[in-house]
T-cell receptor, first 111, second 113 residues
Framework: DTGVSQNPRHKITKRGQNVTFRCDPISEHNRLYWYRQTLGQGPEFLTYFQNEAQLEKSRLLSDRFSAERPKGSFSTLEIQRTEQGDSAMYLC?????????FGQGTRLTVV | GENVEQHPSTLSVQEGDSAVIKCTYSDSASNYFPWYKQELGKGPQLIIDIRSNVGEKKDQRIAVTLNKTAKHFSLHITETQPEDSAVYFCAASGKTSYDKVIFGPGTSLSVIP
């Protein structure tokens, strides 16, 4: 499978715990995006990388959130001190030219 | 920033009929407009896109139209099939197609056999 891969697919965590998600983009894609999607809504932009550089961060990305793409390949999204409002689907997408290709997402449930 | 609106929020059609979803955007600098299909439990799938220098684009049963003056764009699905049932998102992107994509709220399409 040469698509965008996200792990884990599902994560249940207790409030206050830290969680980390991983995204492996399509190998030749230099741009990588993180989005958050809540039930019944469209994906909301969080941040994006060109190679290893983080070029833009949304206001939605509070100081509890951090994303990295250390070698310009895979990326991680960490949420510290999770809150119930963080429960959502976290989507990763990658692109090279036109069009972003999305992974299956990581569904986070904070209990 | 960009804001994308989408109508209707839900749409039911009989198999074989056409379905039309309409979107508007606010930022006149946006020049790339992709459409995504999302099935339950899956990530959005790019199904067709259009750039601002093109008024219409067609791919088999799917067509998109763009009116830059009015800042409207639409998705047309002809000869609908049950497997077309999904949530459809329109989106807009500014400056280049590499920029972040701003999504509309989605349209849940049901195709009734």
């Amino acid at each position: 499978d040469t698509g965008v891969s996200q792990n884990p697919r599902h994560k249940i965590t207790k409030r206050g715990q830290n969680v980390t998600f991983r995204c492996d983009p399509i190998s030749e894609h230099n741009r990588l995006y993180w989005y958050r999607q809540t039930l019944g809504q469209g994906p909301e932009f969080l941040t994006y990388f060109q190679n290893e550089a983080q070029l833009e961060k949304s206001r939605l990305l509070s100081d509890r959130f951090s994303a990295e793409r250390p070698k310009g390949s895979f990326s991680t999204l960490e949420i510290q001190r999770t809150e119930q409002g963080d429960s959502a689907m976290y989507l990763c997408a990658s692109s090279l030219e036109a069009g972003s290709f999305f992974g299956q997402g990581t569904r986070l449930t904070v209990v | 920033g960009e804001n994308v609106e989408q109508h209707p929020s839900t749409l039911s059609v009989q198999e074989g009929d056409s379905a039309v979803i309409k979107c508007t955007y606010s930022d006149s600098a946006s020049n790339y407009f992709p459409w995504y299909k999302q099935e339950l439990g899956k990530g959005p799938q790019l199904i067709i896109d259009i750039r601002s220098n093109v008024g219409e684009k067609k791919d088999q049963r799917i067509a998109v139209t763009l009116n830059k003056t009015a800042k409207h764009f639409s998705l047309h699905i002809t000869e609908t099939q049950p497997e077309d049932s999904a949530v459809y998102f329109c989106a807009a992107s500014g400056k280049t197609s590499y920029d972040k994509v701003i999504f509309g709220p989605g349209t849940s399409l049901s195709v009734i056999p």
